[in-house]
């Protein structure tokens, strides 16, 4: 399996992005997959994630209400639309396959940056 993230930027706070996960190889439908991110100088943190056969989703308590996870399996992609973005949220966001809501992942994306100016 193999992961790549995408639409990372620059924005500004309040306004929205939306960044992608293309997954390459079979994925089960008991596949989970997550979004993480690591901000400047601190450690990687569990941001939303997604059970790839029913769909269920858990997000972090920082982002719920702001980000939304989904995935559109017909072409192996999972989204995560982030709106009213805060400084906070500037970070590297990595997508990953693995126990949902966890740190502890079997495959990892190559992470794509999105920074949000005040």
């Known amino acids: 399996v193999q992961l790549q993230a995408s639409g990372g930027g620059l924005v500004q706070a309040g306004t929205s992005l939306r960044v992608s996960c293309t997954i390459s190889g079979r994925l089960l439908s008991s596949s989970e997959v997550n979004w993480i991110r690591q901000p400047p100088g601190k450690e990687r943190e569990f941001v939303a994630g997604i059970r790839w056969g029913y769909g269920t989703t858990i997000y972090a308590n920082s982002v719920k209400g702001r980000f939304t996870i989904s995935r559109d399996r017909a072409i192996n992609t999972v989204y995560l639309q982030m709106n009213s973005l805060k400084p906070e949220d500037t970070a590297v966001y990595y997508c990953?396959?693995?126990?949902?809501?966890?740190?502890?992942?079997?495959?990892w994306g190559q992470g794509t940056q999105v920074t949000v100016s005040s």
């Open positions: 990953a396959v693995g126990p949902i809501a966890t740190l502890s992942q079997r495959y």
